[in-house]
């Protein structure tokens, strides 16, 4: 470990401040003997007392030098920190990588061999370099950013340790990836076939082949790479190589059928490959930068699509969703953020714009030709076809999937794999589309809507059943769902519902219990709201909602304004047609008073509901059951 004194002298060339306040320095010292004692307490080394102590120390040493800490929350991007004095103007802050920081808090002796003018001078070279970029506990964006932090520097080190140990496949895998980044991709080839001729490792002649595929498009040698890889699989054991030796066998079919194509064929072909690394580098690009967005995307995904967690199936079409939809709070997509960073071409960022629209249903592969990666597709209910570019072996005519397809230029792209159902399954969906658009499903629905309601409004006694929390809704409604199933006699004969969908489908059905999602915990109260056209609802905070819609209770309008507007903004539009049906004149009230409005007092239901029509959109339509 670099002494005490070493360290400042570390810090200064690490963070590149060695024109930088002596104070500023040693916080800087200080600030990475506070993130170690983090980490010591949480593995159990020290106590949460001691690293409390070192906290302070920290936090006296600030104030007493009138410095200041800053972060994101203060203003900075993602992944910056500063600490500044206390009268510094704001265009004189430095701003330092948080990922520098962490390196230098867990890996001094890696820093002390980037700085060095000799690397291999400085002690532990080249163990404690190799080590570090061998731990799997170690995050790839920390070994990135060791030699992109000062590109020279890093490739020095990099060569440095090559010619010490030449065939390390770590320090030569983020070399060549170094010169890729930089679009220095004759140095790259060279540096594969110099490893090449140290060593015949799967990993790589598989990069290799990769790296042939994507940055030279020369599928013939590509393929021959990948062929290499696989010989050296094959003879060390598929047991061994594991899951690497299935996606060197993907590659190899890849490529294969890319080096037969010709002409059009092949460049729709190719515009599709760069089409999905480009993606993937936006997605890699948002992850490393945008962690704490992601988080809270992940949680209005949640709650806007209402599901209890986004599983695997779901994280592919968030990702699109997230990258190409939600905007950042400058109001930019993630995608274009990346775009306008990396100078792409006004074509390529009107096609990332089109990602942010696709094309949601259930859909049939109606032709698939491998060859040319392309499949045809219906929208079950619509019946339009698209045109589908994806490597999807194993994807065969007639089946089906639910999900969302991405336009790009002349063909569409999933975001990820495509989970296709079951055989049966599929004649099931493809049985229901038929109903549905001969009428005769949604005649079922409408009715089963109603039968539904009216059982609601006889098991409840109302048609807005209000619970405490949400454990409490749950429960009741689950039993009510099971007696409907179960016990309630329908129109059809007097038969269950059960009864019914045996008959139907020749199994008993299961009750699927319902669960809300996380943001319905904690809140004040939870309505289930019943409706003969559109089914149930839940509604948030609804026995206040309904108080004050039913007084108008000007103390309650003006302490929760904020609450009503954001209600009034995105709720259910029947929801609150519910709520304000035969309360005008309160709904008046609550209207001008949240909005700064001047309804007439005496507004009318058509009135009312042409403000609401300029206020958001869909106010007339009607929501999905």
Not at 202 to 212: Q, R
Not at 237 to 265: C, N, W
Not at 343 to 368: A, M, N
Not at 497 to 517: D, Q, S, T, W
């Amino acid at each position: 470990m670099t002494a005490k004194m070493d360290r400042e002298e570390l810090i200064k060339k690490f963070f590149g401040c060695e024109d930088e306040d002596e104070r500023v320095v040693k916080a800087w010292d200080l600030f990475i003997d506070v993130q170690r004692a983090y980490r010591d307490e949480k593995v159990g080394i020290i106590s949460r007392r001691e690293r409390d102590k070192v906290r302070r120390e920290f936090d006296r040493y600030v104030r007493k030098n009138k410095l200041r800490m800053l972060d994101e929350e203060e203003g900075l991007k993602a992944h910056e920190l500063a600490i500044v004095r206390e009268e510094e103007a704001e265009g004189e802050i430095k701003t330092l990588n948080s990922f520098d920081v962490w390196l230098l808090v867990d890996f001094g002796e890696v820093c002390s061999a980037l700085v060095a003018d000799e690397p291999d001078e400085v002690e532990g070279f080249p163990d404690a370099i190799i080590e570090f970029l061998e731990d799997p506990g170690v995050d790839e964006w920390l070994k990135e950013r060791l030699i992109e932090k000062n590109k020279e520097a890093g490739e020095r080190l990099l060569k440095t340790i090559l010619v010490a140990r030449p065939a390390e496949v770590n320090v030569h895998s983020l070399l060549v990836e170094h010169y890729e980044r930089a679009g220095r991709f004759s140095e790259a080839e060279a540096e594969y076939k110099r490893m090449l001729s140290e060593t015949d490792d799967e990993l790589v002649w598989a990069n290799y082949g990769y790296f042939l595929e994507k940055r030279r498009g020369r599928y013939e040698d590509a393929f021959e790479a990948f062929k290499n890889s696989l010989e050296v699989c094959e003879r060390v054991g598929e047991e061994e190589a594991g899951a690497f030796l299935e996606e060197v066998k993907k590659s190899i079919s890849r490529v294969e059928r890319m080096k037969d194509l010709e002409g059009e064929k092949a460049r729709v072909a190719r515009e599709y490959q760069e089409a999905v690394w480009l993606i993937e580098d936006i997605r890699e690009f948002a992850e490393k930068r945008m962690e704490r967005e992601i988080r809270k995307a992940q949680e209005e995904y949640v709650e806007e699509k209402e599901m209890e967690e986004i599983g695997f199936e779901d994280s592919f079409d968030f990702m699109g969703w997230f990258l190409f939809h939600r905007k950042l709070p400058d109001g930019k997509v993630p995608g274009m953020v990346y775009a306008e960073e990396e100078g792409l071409d006004g074509v390529t960022k009107e096609r990332l714009k089109g990602l942010g629209s696709p094309e949601e249903g259930t859909f049939e592969i109606v032709d698939v030709d491998h060859a040319t990666f392309k499949l045809v597709v219906k929208d079950i209910i619509t019946d339009e076809e698209y045109e589908l570019m994806g490597n999807f072996p194993g994807i065969r005519k007639g089946q089906t999937f639910t999900g969302c397809i991405y336009p790009w230029g002349d063909f569409y792209l999933t975001a990820g794999a495509v989970a296709t159902y079951a055989e049966e399954s599929s004649e099931k969906v493809k049985r229901l589309a038929e109903e549905l658009k001969s009428g005769k499903l949604l005649d079922g629905v409408k009715k089963g809507l109603k039968e539904r309601h009216d059982a609601f409004v006889l098991y409840f006694g109302t048609e807005d059943a209000i619970f405490k929390s949400k454990k409490e809704c749950e429960k009741a409604v689950n039993k009510f769902s099971r007696w409907f199933l179960f016990e309630y006699a329908t129109e059809e004969g007097g038969r269950t519902a059960a009864e019914l969908y045996e008959e139907k489908y020749g199994e008993k059905p299961k009750h699927e219990r319902a669960k809300l999602p996380h943001s319905f915990a904690g809140v004040g109260d939870i309505g289930a709201v019943s409706d003969p056209e559109y089914g149930v609802y839940f509604v948030r905070d609804y026995g206040f909602l309904k108080t004050v819609f039913e007084t108008g209770a000007d103390g309650e309008i003006e302490e929760r304004k904020e609450k009503l507007k954001e209600v009034l903004l995105n709720e259910e539009p029947f929801i609150l047609k519910k709520l304000m049906n035969g309360e005008e004149g309160n709904t008046v009230k609550i209207i001008n008073k949240v909005f700064d409005a001047s309804l007439d007092a005496d507004a009318s239901e058509e009135e009312i509901g042409a403000f609401m029509g300029e206020l958001r959109e869909g106010w007339d339509e009607t929501p999905e059951s």
